[in-house]
DNA sequence: GATGATTTGTACGTATGTATA
DNA sequence: ATATACATACGTACAAATCAT
C-alpha cells in the first residue's frame, strides 16, 4: 500500500542542507563543518559526509580534499555560464519535444498555456511562476529523455535562488507568456528548429533580466 | 614543484573502480559488495562507499538504499537515449564554440583537423579515434563554458564503451572526417546555427552505425 | 511466515594532513 | 620555520534491514 520511500539519513540529511542552501539560510562561502552539522541534525559525522559528498555531484557545495567542504560561491561570470547552459539544455529540451510529443502531451501543454493566461491578466505573480515551473517542466518530460530531463531539472533548481525576482519588472509576466505563446506554437506544430529558437530566445531574455537585476542590486 | 595532486582514496578508488567498469572489467549488473572491494584494494569498507558514491553521480552505478549498488545495466532504449543527450550537448557546444572560440582556438582546431587527414589517408583507426576525441574535445572547451564541458565530457566518457567499434565500417574513416570537416567549417566562420545542425547530423550518423552494429551482434 | 545469515547504514575512535601561532 | 591545534580521512564496531532458508 504505502510506497514508504524508506529514505536514509544520508538522503534526509543532502535534501535537508540542498534546502538550506537553496533557501539563503547556508550562504554562499560558508564553511561545512561536518561536527556542527552533525550536532545540528543530531545524527554522526558519518551521514553527513555522505550528504556533502552527494551535494558535491550536484554542484552546491565544493569538497577540497583534507580542507573541507564550503557552499559554493557562483561569482557572476560562473551565473551567466549556468544561465548559458540552461538555456542550450531547455532549447534541447524543446527542440526534442517538439519532435518526440505525442499529441496527448502537446495538446496538456497547449491546455496549460491557455490556462496560465488568467493568471497573467490578473497579475498573479506567484501564480505565474509556478505555471511557469510547469510549462518548462512538460518541456522536459516530452523529451522522453531521462537524461536530458535530469541535467535539465538539476540546472534549474541550482538556479532557483536567483530566478526569485524574474517576474518583478512591469510587463515581465505578459512578455514571458507572449514568450511561451511563441514556443508553444513551435513545439506544437513540430517546428523542430523554431522550438529551439524561441526557447534560446526566451532564456536569454531572462538572463538579461537576470543581469540587469543584479547591476541595479549592485548599484 | 611537483603539484602533486594528494589524492585521497577514495578518488582514487573511484578511478579504479571506474576503469574497472568501463573496461569491462566490471561487467554490467554485477553486484558491487563493499566488502569484497575492500579486500580487493585493501581498504576499509568507508573510502569504498564514498568512492560508489562518486559512481553513482555520473550514472556508471546505481544505488538502492539498504540494497547495495550494482554497474548500471545499459539497456538498448537506454542507450539510444545517452546517444541522443549526448547528440544535444555536442551540438550545443558547437554552437557556442562557433559563437564564442577565439581566432586562436579556431586556428587551432583547424590545423589539428587538418593534421587528421594523414590519419584517414593511413587507415589507422586507431590514431583517428584519438584525433577524433581531440576534436570533440576542442569543440567542448570552445564553448568557454564549464558547466557544458563538463556535461558533455561526462556523456562521452560513459559511452565510451558502447563506441569501440565505431570506425570498423569500410569507409568510415573518410565519412567522419568529411562531417568533420563539415563542423570545422561551420564553427571557424561563425555559423551558428549551421555549426549546431553538422554536429546533430555527425552524432546521429555515429548512432545510426552503433544501432546497425548492436542488430548486427544480435543477429 | 518466521528465523538466521549477510550486508548495508550509522556511530565513534584514531591518525594524517592542513592551517595557524 | 617549527610546533601546535584542529578538521578531515580512514578504520573498526555495532545496529538495523534485507535476503535466503
Known amino acids: 500500500m504505502d510506497q514508504a520511500p524508506k529514505r536514509t539519513q544520508s538522503e534526509l540529511l543532502a535534501q535537508a542542507i540542498a534546502d538550506a542552501i537553496l533557501s539563503g539560510d547556508l550562504k554562499p562561502g560558508l564553511r561545512l563543518d561536518e561536527q556542527t552539522l552533525a550536532n545540528r541534525y543530531a545524527v ?17 557545495v565544493e569538497v577540497r580534499p583534507r580542507r573541507g567542504a564550503v557552499v559554493t560561491v557562483v561569482t557572476p561570470e560562473q551565473l551567466e555560464t549556468l544561465f548559458i547552459a540552461m538555456g542550450e539544455l531547455e532549447a534541447s529540451c524543446a527542440r526534442l519535444s517538439a519532435m518526440c510529443m505525442t499529441p496527448i502531451e502537446r495538446r496538456r501543454l497547449r491546455s496549460h498555456h491557455d490556462g496560465t493566461r488568467a493568471l497573467v491578466e490578473a497579475g498573479d505573480r506567484e501564480g505565474f511562476a509556478e505555471a511557469n515551473q510547469l510549462f518548462h517542466t512538460l518541456l522536459y518530460a516530452g ?20 530566478r526569485s525576482a524574474q517576474f518583478r519588472g512591469a510587463g515581465r509576466l505578459a512578455r514571458s507568456f507572449a514568450e511561451h505563446e511563441a514556443i508553444l506554437e513551435a513545439v506544437v506544430s513540430g517546428d523542430v528548429a523554431g522550438a529551439h529558437g524561441a526557447m534560446l530566445h526566451h532564456v536569454s531574455l531572462v538572463e538579461d533580466a537576470f543581469l540587469r537585476l543584479t547591476e541595479a542590486n549592485a548599484a
Not at 554522526?44 to 559528498?53: D, F, K, L, N
Open 44 to 60: 554522526s559525522r558519518t551521514p553527513v559526509r555522505e550528504a556533502i559528498r552527494q551535494l558535491a555531484s550536484t554542484g552546491l
Open 143 to 162: 523529451t522522453h529523455n531521462s537524461i536530458l530531463m535530469e541535467m535539465a531539472g538539476s540546472l534549474r533548481r541550482r538556479l532557483q535562488p536567483y
